[in-house]
């Protein structure tokens, strides 16, 4: 069957004033917390990493003895997925990668490193904290920097993160308390020569969906024309950008023209004074 003949995704659309993705010249954790507490769809910060900066960490990337070729993928990356595996697997994995992740990642100026002091800043207002995700006394891994150059229509297909935070495989991993409240991604652009546009749909994919598909707990990935009539949003990406959206919506990287690199991460909270990160 093709996926013409194949019912349109169904599930949750939100109404104008949540889906729409704000456009700000400066970093605001306050706006950050919109987002995890699901006011809004997104938001990003235009050109908030200096030049330098972006240099010195796209190098170290692709310098770093850590990178590797994404088995079926055509990315790059330094770091762990936890992504469609067992948590014992993805810990793992982390533990042998972290301190080349941290390498690329502590740098002069690091994005990585002011995002969760000021978001550390902010919440603490409200006593709560954000920290890594952890588990059994082992921690998520910290990032992951990706390179995607995928030729086609979309560099990175249609998917969302909920369905991948159920995995059965992965239970007693504290990320999957964040279905309690909204599951949310962090981007922060390094490397971009052209195209690699964020697009995102206006459709929270219910499980009927997930099964006709086979993706009930790996959210990856929806065929593109049975997003066809949903309302979307794209969104420009720049060198220098930080943005931060609710994963829960179908999202894609459109064509890109060579290398679209990003320090990137999973957020969200999982009770009302901590918020966790993982990849």
Not at 214 to 223: A, E, N, R, T
């Amino acid at each position: 069957m093709t996926s013409s003949t194949i019912a349109p995704v169904t599930g949750v659309r939100m109404d104008p004033q949540f889906f729409r993705f704000d456009e700000y010249d400066e970093f605001d954790p306050e706006r950050v917390l919109d987002v995890l507490r699901g006011r809004r769809l997104g938001v990003i910060f235009r050109g908030v990493i200096p030049l330098a900066v972006q240099q010195d960490l796209t190098a170290r990337f692709w310098n770093s003895q850590g990178l590797t070729r994404r088995t079926g993928e055509p990315s790059y990356h330094v770091g762990a997925y936890h992504w469609n595996k067992p948590v014992d697997t993805y810990l793992a994995e982390t533990s042998k990668v972290s301190e080349q992740v941290m390498d690329v990642l502590n740098c002069d100026d690091s994005p990585w490193h002011w995002f969760r002091d000021r978001m550390n800043d902010r919440l603490a207002g409200d006593g709560a904290r954000l920290r890594t995700a952890e588990m059994n006394g082992e921690q998520a891994c910290p990032a992951l920097v990706r390179a995607w150059n995928k030729e086609g229509e979309f560099a990175l297909e249609p998917h969302e993160d909920e369905a991948q935070c159920r995995d059965p495989r992965q239970a007693g991993f504290e990320v999957q308390r964040v279905l309690d409240y909204e599951v949310c991604a962090t981007n922060m652009c390094i490397e971009h020569e052209g195209g690699g546009r964020l697009v995102l749909w206006n459709i929270r994919p219910d499980d009927d969906s997930r099964r006709r598909f086979d993706i009930l707990h790996s959210g990856f990935s929806y065929p593109p024309r049975t997003l066809d009539g949903i309302e979307r949003v794209n969104v420009d990406i720049r060198p220098g950008d930080v943005y931060v959206f609710n994963g829960r919506h179908v999202h894609a990287v459109d064509a890109t023209r060579g290398n679209r690199t990003a320090i990137s991460f999973l957020l969200g909270f999982i009770d009302e004074q901590t918020v966790v990160t993982w990849t």
